[in-house]
């Protein structure tokens, strides 16, 4: 299995209050992103990271925020949660190699906003 | 845009009988890539086979198989001799070359049936 981990599993917060999600990998790979899970959308991709402080948006971006710093570490900020954004929370990673575009995700995350 | 719709939300098969997971994609490249995930129970996204589309031969895994209709814009799954363990949500994704990201199907849940 890839080396990624996701911290923390699970998160419940009030709504207002900022969160961060944290990505770690062990993988040395370039591409770094942030999904999220909801049913009846499958994965959509809210952040991506093309290598040390690169990131660009996906197409649900708005009210997240990422930051990575490291090439092992990729953060998540909601600056100031709201409901809608009570979710399942994946982050992936990728080094879209000739030979190898998938990617490999990490547990997951919950987040309840309450 | 590129996009990707698996039109049966639920499927069940027999255990130990075949089951075919449809999807189709909707592209204008020509050089891309296709992928099943599984999400079982646990939440941990795994990849079950992967395609690319300059490969005329269908991949394999183990009873994993593709049926990958280019012209037709059609990436199937089937599975052989289904498991108790192929119980899960699977995904299809799409990749096309020189993009840094995937977009996801919205899903098949997969039941199988002692």
């Known amino acids: 299995d890839a080396g990624i981990t996701q911290s923390p599993r699970h998160k419940v917060t009030e709504t207002g209050t900022p969160v961060t999600l944290r990505c770690h990998q062990t993988?040395?790979?370039?591409?770094m992103y942030w999904y999220r899970q909801d049913p009846g959308h499958g994965l959509r991709l809210i952040h991506y990271?093309?290598?040390?402080?690169?990131?660009d948006k996906g197409e649900v971006s708005d009210g997240y925020s990422v930051s990575r710093s490291k090439t092992e570490d990729f953060l998540l900020t909601l600056e100031s949660a709201t409901s809608s954004q009570t979710s399942v929370y994946f982050c992936?990673?990728?080094?879209?190699?000739?030979?190898?575009?998938?990617?490999?995700f990490g547990p997951g995350t919950r987040l309840t906003v309450t | 845009a590129q996009t990707v719709t698996q039109s049966q939300p639920e499927m069940s098969v027999q255990e130990a009988e075949t089951v075919t997971l449809s999807c189709t994609y909707d592209?204008?490249?020509?050089?891309?890539?296709l992928f099943w995930y599984k999400q079982p129970p646990s939440r941990q996204m795994i990849l079950v086979i992967r395609?690319?589309?300059?490969?005329?031969q269908n991949a394999t895994e183990n009873r994993f198989s593709v049926n990958f209709q280019k012209a037709a814009k059609s990436f199937s799954l089937k599975i052989s001799d289904s498991q108790l363990g192929d119980a899960a949500m699977y995904f299809c994704?799409?990749?096309?070359?020189?993009?840094?990201?995937?977009?996801f199907g919205q899903g098949t849940r997969l039941t199988i049936n002692p």
């Open positions: 395609q690319e589309a300059y490969k005329q």
């Open positions: 993988e040395n790979h370039r591409y």
């Open positions: 592209t204008s490249e020509s050089d891309y890539y």
């Open positions: 994704a799409f990749s096309h070359q020189g993009a840094q990201k995937l977009v």
């Open positions: 990271s093309y290598g040390v402080k690169d990131t």
């Open positions: 992936a990673i990728s080094e879209l190699d000739r030979f190898s575009y998938e990617q490999y």
